[in-house]
């Protein structure tokens, strides 16, 4: 028996942000810093802001909006961060309330209950809080036992996580619940030119489990790669609060050109490499499930494959919907366009992002 990814599902909030309504609210908060600032500006102590258009994030990007946890505090320009109310520690914490919800799609897609699964893994950038693991809040809000934690490798968490599921599943769990439930918003800067668009909130959940006689992706090859790089970071912990700390720095930030550069090439290499290894020909995998961060890297990384003259539809691209969902940008893509994989047919599932971290995964579908 192989093991499988037999259900998926998706959360996304119902308010979105489009590029023009982001690019208003940051342009106007460019305006009023360089009014007030202008005496500093002039004589060279500060460096003026730069405002932003529509279509240079689209350029930049591929992205045209964005879902949010919250848009009235994102686009005030006085705030330019969403507006949340603390909840107490006896409510149900937003991550872990949205990952319910996607949890509970997902097991009905697999056709599985609570009691059938046995680990329940939180993999994601950005955890709402230290501890105790929401992993285990969420274990506990829908009634499961064995156990559950969180762990987080970036954006590459998802396929870093499915490796994690895959283990667990090897050791004699009967299956396992994995969650991507990425709130970016709230890490992201909206004051910056180069990275106020890149981000969206959404939550993700896979059922991952061994079977020969339920529909699924079977995981064929995984393979996992770090190395060190700042040109990815976010500052944010707890030992900020005995620092003298710059705020600006505990926030989102990247080189994105050396990421570019350096993360695109890297990626090509650990496919190839897989599907030679499964001697498997770039011409037989039906769709490459990129991660969902730049739509010019994934049309570099698919051409480096599969060669200049590749169909673009082979890579499928949400982030023009979603934007950047961090870990769960591969599996909105597996689960919007899962369909056009045929049976016996098979898939890469790759992300890749701070760390450096790369996760990448053969898949073959599988239609009982």
Same mark, same amino acid.
């Given at each position: ?12 909030p119902?308010e ?21 600032n202008?005496?500093?500006?002039? *004589?060279?102590e ?6 932003s258009?529509?279509?240079f994030i689209e350029?930049a ?6 879902y949010v ?17 603390e909840?107490?520690?006896?409510? $149900?914490s937003?991550?872990?309330?949205w990952g319910v ?5 997902a ?7 609570a ?9 994601c ?5 230290a501890?105790?693991a ?7 809000a ?11 490798? *970036?954006?590459s ?6 490796k ?10 009967? @299956?396992?619940? $994995?969650?991507?439930?990425?709130i970016?918003?709230?890490?992201l800067?909206?004051r910056?030119?180069?990275a ?17 006689t ?22 944010f ?15 989102f930030?990247?080189?994105? @050109? ?28 039906? @769709?490459?499930?990129?991660?969902? *961060?730049?739509a ?5 990384? $698919?051409k ?21 969902t961090?870990?769960?940008g ?5 689960h919007r ?10 898939a ?5 992002g ?10 073959q579908?599988?239609?009982?």
């Amino acid at each position: 028996m192989g093991i499988r990814i037999t259900g998926t599902g998706l959360f996304h909030p119902t308010e979105s942000i489009s590029n023009e309504e982001l690019v208003e609210s940051l342009n106007a908060y460019v305006e009023q810093y360089n009014q007030e600032n202008a005496d500093k500006i002039e *004589a060279g102590e500060l460096e003026a802001l730069r405002g932003s258009s529509p279509e240079f994030i689209e350029k930049a990007s591929g992205i045209k909006s964005r879902y949010v946890v919250e848009k009235s505090g994102i686009l005030d320009p006085k705030r330019l961060r969403p507006h949340l109310q603390e909840r107490s520690n006896e409510e $149900l914490s937003l991550q872990a309330e949205w990952g319910v919800i996607a949890a509970k799609q997902a097991m009905e897609n697999a056709g599985v209950t609570a009691e059938d699964i046995d680990v329940v893994i939180l993999a994601c950038s950005n955890m709402q809080r230290a501890y105790p693991a929401v992993a285990i809040e969420i274990q506990s809000a829908l009634g499961i036992q064995g156990y559950a934690y969180d762990m987080n490798v *970036a954006c590459s968490a998802a396929t870093f996580g499915l490796k994690q599921a895959y283990d667990a599943v090897k050791c004699g769990a009967r @299956r396992v619940l $994995l969650l991507n439930v990425e709130i970016t918003s709230g890490h992201l800067d909206y004051r910056t030119r180069d990275a106020h668009f890149i981000f969206g909130d959404v939550a993700t959940a896979s059922i991952i489990e061994e079977t020969e006689t339920k529909s699924g992706y079977e995981i064929l090859d995984i393979h996992l790669f770090t190395q060190f790089s700042n040109n990815i970071r976010n500052n944010f912990g707890f030992l900020n609060r005995s620092e003298d700390a710059v705020v600006d720095d505990k926030l989102f930030r990247q080189d994105g @050109r050396k990421v570019f550069k350096e993360v695109c090439p890297l990626v090509a290499k650990i496919i190839t490499a897989q599907l030679e290894k499964l001697e498997l020909t770039p011409e037989q995998v039906k @769709r490459f499930w990129l991660h969902q *961060a730049n739509a010019n890297m994934n049309e570099l990384i $698919l051409k480096l494959v599969v060669g200049k003259d590749a169909d673009l539809d082979r890579a499928p691209i949400i982030l023009d919907e979603f934007a950047n969902t961090s870990s769960a940008g591969v599996i909105i893509a597996m689960h919007r366009t899962g369909e056009q994989v045929n049976n016996g047919e098979y898939a890469v599932i790759s992300s890749f992002g701070a760390g450096y971290s790369v996760g990448s995964i053969v898949v073959q579908k599988h239609i009982a």
